[in-house]
């Protein structure tokens, strides 16, 4: 029988794509790859439900390469925060402004449908990198 599962060409760990905007001192935000013309391309989020599967290791201007860390469950991460937040608190992507694209809060009373990336392992201040277990699920504030 052939391998129709085969796993070959997949990688796990740090990648690296082209920057679609400039991400220069962005590191510790989350980010997303997105679609240039078949081009992969990193850019911040654009809304709050932007599913931002990834963090950003190293940052670049456009059009230079950025590292990437894939989110996933097995391991934490840390991002920047965007206020304080609590032990257990459910983490969401910061409101799309300029200034708090990529980093996280607990989830606001504003209506809205949000990414929740995960859950804070460790209390983190205002403007710090939170300790994060990645666990991605729709929330629906209404």
Do not use: H, W
Request: net charge negative; charged share 20%.
């Amino acid at each position: 029988m052939a391998d129709t599962a085969s796993q070959s060409n997949t990688k796990r760990g740090p990648l690296q794509y082209k920057a679609g905007e400039t991400l220069t001192g962005m590191e510790g935000r989350l980010v997303r790859v997105t679609n240039n013309s078949g081009v992969q391309q990193v850019i911040l989020p654009n809304d709050v439900a932007d599913e931002t599967l990834f963090v950003l290791i190293e940052g670049a201007a456009s059009g230079e390469y950025v590292t990437i860390q894939p989110l996933e469950s097995g391991q934490q991460f840390r991002a920047y925060t965007d206020g304080a937040i609590a032990i257990g608190a459910s983490v969401v992507l910061a409101a799309i402004d300029g200034t708090k694209d990529g980093k996280v809060r607990t989830i606001p009373a504003t209506a809205d449908t949000y990414f929740r990336v995960g859950v804070c392992e460790a209390a983190a201040d205002a403007d710090s990198l939170a300790l994060i277990r990645f666990a991605p699920k729709e929330v629906i504030v209404s």
